[in-house]
């Protein structure tokens, strides 16, 4: 039995792009697209929800109004759900892209019961241009695509990191990793790992995260192995 049988899985832009920080870093993408491969054929159902910081974000956008450049940050996930589907199709996956903002002639509209169909005949969904909502986040859309699709867990991929520690482990040497945490520690100790209506949509509707390094892209098969315990999970209560 599986630990999880349907799982979002967040990626962010910025896994996307590994050391680069810009644009695609095709052998990295390539590995993320093996491991998610592999995860599929434990016979995991994955939706898979796409940042796009490696191309922009709207709030460190240019001297544009916030929900113009909100928008072109939704643009730039659907622009990274392609590169996706493509590896993963070049793989013999079957996938389908869904955005938020229409665009049929690029992927499929997003729709919750067609969502869920897909994954239920054994494709990879990909959700790309966010909430279609300016000021909201791809971490928000994680979240909200896990509760609407019904995911036991959402897996949150971070680069530089393999968990949530109590500070900056890349600047702090006496850093320490959570193992388990609650949504109420990561809000009352303001614990960056993802935007506040991000944590408290889950936290409020009762939906599992875990946090793994992504950087290292076979840790994302090893949550399904039940030997290791990776990166740190996070729930309501315990
Ligand atoms: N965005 C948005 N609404 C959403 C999701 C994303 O307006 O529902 C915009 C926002 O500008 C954001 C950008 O898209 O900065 C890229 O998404 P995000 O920053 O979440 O990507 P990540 O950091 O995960 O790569």
């Known amino acids: ?24 870093d095709d052998e990295v993408i ?18 898979i929800v796409v ?27 659907v622009m990274n759900g392609l590169r996706i589907q493509g590896s993963l199709e070049e793989m013999g996956l079957d996938t389908r892209l ?22 239920e005949k054994g494709r990879i969904v990909i959700f790309s241009a966010g909430t279609g909502l300016p000021y909201f986040s791809t971490d928000t859309t994680a979240s909200l695509r896990a509760l609407e699709i019904d995911a036991d867990v959402i897996l949150l991929g971070k680069t530089g990191t393999d968990g949530i520690y109590d500070k900056d482990p890349n600047a702090f040497d006496d850093a320490v990793k959570y193992d388990k945490l609650t949504y109420k520690e990561i809000l009352q100790q303001e614990i960056k790992i993802m935007d506040t209506t991000a944590t408290s949509l889950s936290m409020d509707n009762n939906m599992p995260l875990i946090a793994f390094g992504i950087d290292d892209p076979e840790n994302m098969v090893k949550i399904f192995s039940q030997e290791e315990d990776i990166g740190t999970i996070v729930k309501e209560k315990f």
């Open 30 to 47: 390539e590995k993320i697209c093996s491991s998610i491969k592999e995860v599929h054929n434990l016979g995991v159902e994955i939706a």
């Open 51 to 77: 940042g796009g910081g490696n191309f922009w974000r709207g709030r460190s956008g240019a001297q544009i109004e916030r929900a113009s450049s909100d928008t072109i940050g939704m643009l730039g996930t």
């Open 1 to 24: 039995m599986q630990k999880f049988k349907r799982v979002v899985l967040k990626l962010s832009g910025e896994a996307l792009a590994g050391n680069k920080g810009f644009g695609f």
């Open 98 to 119: 869904m955005t938020a903002i229409d665009m049929k002639e690029v992927a499929e509209p997003y729709i919750r019961r067609r969502a869920i169909r897909h994954l």
